[in-house]
Nanobody, 128 residues
Framework: QVQLSESGGGLVQDGGSLRLSCAAS???????????MGWFRQAPGKEREFVAA????????GYAGSVKGRFTISRDNAKNTVYLQMNSLKPEDTAVYYC??????????????????WGQGTQVTVSS
């Protein structure tokens, strides 16, 4: 069983920055090499949406159009941790942010239905 634990959320002003972390546990790193790790977000009254994804092996990345150029996803293999650096934050970025893992070997999945492990989420609030 894999556990994902997010941290780093909080309240920030319009234009500010935050870095989210997602620590994976329950398996050794070599078990993750074909996995994709993703970040999703869900605002009140809206569906959960894709933000960014990264492959553990090779580090290929993908982004939603709304965050491209502002957010950066990265990983630290030694720490089994994935990060989401969020810059130039806007009030519309306010949401609960979730870390997720796709163990199927698919390349940079973007649908919530393609991810089989989820964290509990961390709140990000951007004030105007």
């Amino acid at each position: 069983q894999v556990q994902l634990s997010e941290s780093g959320g909080g309240l920030v002003q319009d234009g500010g920055s935050l870095r989210l972390s997602c620590a994976a546990s329950g398996r050794t790193f070599t078990s993750y090499t074909s996995w994709t790790m993703g970040w999703f977000r869900q605002a009140p009254g809206k569906e959960r949406e894709f933000v960014a994804a990264i492959r553990w092996s090779g580090g290929s990345t993908g982004y939603a159009g709304s965050v491209k150029g502002r957010f950066t996803i990265s990983r630290d293999n030694a720490k089994n941790t994935v990060y989401l650096q969020m810059n130039s934050l806007k009030p519309e970025d306010t949401a609960v942010y979730y870390c997720a893992a796709d163990s199927s070997g698919r390349f940079l999945a973007r649908s919530v239905y393609e991810y089989d492990y989820w964290g509990q989420g961390t709140q990000v609030t951007v004030s105007s």
